[in-house]
Nanobody, 123 residues
Framework: QVQLQESGPGLVKPSQTLSLTCTVS??????????WSWIRQPPGKGLEWIGF???????YCSPSLKSRASIFRDTLKNQFTLQLSSMTPEDTAVYYC???????????????WGQGTQVTVSS
């Protein structure tokens, strides 16, 4: 059974860059039909999709974050990483990594979640 675990700093200063790594076990990030995503939830708000990296290494990010967000992977370590630059207090959120799968209707859905990690942006 696939498991995902986020790791990285819990506190980031404004203007700095966040780097979070998702370690995947029980499945390879290069396996076909799965995409690997970052999602966040600010306090009191809904989930916000950040972006994903495909099994072949192609990346896509939300238009609202594309200028600041980068996603890359390390296939040997079976990890993928989010880097989000120019952090502000509005970026405070619980950050999740997740595995996406294409369902039979042609829609992407979250198949597996990491436990989430709290990231607070504060000076």
């Amino acid at each position: 059974q696939v498991q995902l675990q986020e790791s990285g700093p819990g506190l980031v200063k404004p203007s700095q860059t966040l780097s979070l790594t998702c370690t995947v076990s029980g499945g390879s990030i290069t396996t076909n039909y799965y995409y690997w995503s970052w999602i966040r939830q600010p306090p009191g708000k809904g989930l916000e999709w950040i972006g994903f990296i495909t099994n072949s290494g192609n990346t896509y990010c939300s238009p609202s974050l594309k200028s600041r967000a980068s996603i890359f992977r390390d296939t040997l370590k079976n990890q993928f990483t989010l880097q989000l630059s120019s952090m502000t207090p509005e970026d405070t959120a619980v950050y999740y990594c997740a595995r996406l799968i294409l369902d039979s209707d042609g829609w992407w859905k979250v198949g597996s979640w990491g436990q989430g990690t709290q990231v607070t942006v504060s000076s």
